[in-house]
């Protein structure tokens, strides 16, 4: 199975200021027979279901903020936000699916200061 | 507009099974390339993929130990709606539980259900 390993696993911000979380896999994401990078991140806010932000390395899913941000290669993969903002609170986690069972990381809890 | 409802009982005793439905509205699970998952949630912890089902009713279910043999997820176009059974219920399977959609149109598992919180005690 793919692991997937989330740092930091608590992450206070300031509004306004950057944040970035980083998730490695025990393998390489990307598939190389089309060339994508199966690494997706969602955001869950307390209480809810998960929510798409990034799928496929760094496409912006349908109505999230440009201050999302995916990139990565390798086993090693990040989510930036250009400028947290308080709405942006919650857990977030990173998600493989280039094989099955598709996995999570451990989550990083994400907190205005 | 898509949307996927959970359903099933709050409350299950040890060593029963659990049946839970995802109901989709919106989108056909006959639509080649859509497939619809379940994920478990226990409480205060990490999300964890259980099984998926596709359009042409390949199936994929979790190899972790703790699951085997015990999951099988089943569908029916007719109702547009996925089926997962959990057999030999322990206390450890409490959480909530997701099911989520996964399609090309507009992105893979842009689309999950509310949740439905299941709880496993005598």
């Known amino acids: 199975d793919v692991v997937m390993t989330q740092t930091p696993l608590s992450l206070p911000v300031t509004p306004g200021e950057p944040a970035s979380i980083s998730c490695s896999s025990s393998?390489?994401?990307?598939?190389?027979?089309?060339?994508?990078?199966?690494v997706d991140w969602y955001l869950q806010k307390p209480g809810q279901s998960p929510h798409l932000l990034i799928y496929s390395l760094s496409y912006r899913a349908s109505g999230v903020p440009d201050r999302f941000s995916g990139s990565g290669s390798g086993t090693d993969y990040t989510l930036k936000i250009s400028r947290v903002d308080t709405e942006d609170v919650g857990v977030y986690y990173c998600?493989?699916?280039?094989?099955?069972?598709?996995?999570f990381g451990q989550g990083t809890k994400l907190e205005i200061k | 507009q898509v949307t996927l409802k959970e359903s099933g009982p709050a409350l299950v005793k040890p060593t029963q099974s659990l049946t839970l439905t995802c109901s989709v509205s919106g989108l056909s699970l006959s639509t080649s390339g859509v497939g619809v998952g379940w994920i478990r949630q226990p409480p205060g912890k990490a999300l964890d993929w259980l099984a998926l089902i596709f359009w042409d009713d390949d199936k994929l279910y979790s190899p972790s130990p703790s699951l085997q043999s015990r999951l099988t997820i089943s569908k029916d176009t007719s109702k547009n709606q996925v089926v997962l059974t959990m057999t030999n219920m322990d206390p450890v399977d409490t959480g909530t539980y997701y099911c989520?959609?996964?399609?090309?149109?507009?992105?893979?598992?842009?689309?999950w259900g509310q949740g439905s919180l299941v709880t496993v005690s005598s």
């Open positions: 998600m493989q699916r280039i094989e099955f069972p598709y996995s």
């Open positions: 989520a959609l996964e399609t090309d149109d507009p992105s893979p598992f842009a689309y």
């Open positions: 393998q390489s994401l990307l598939n190389s027979d089309d060339g994508n990078t199966y």
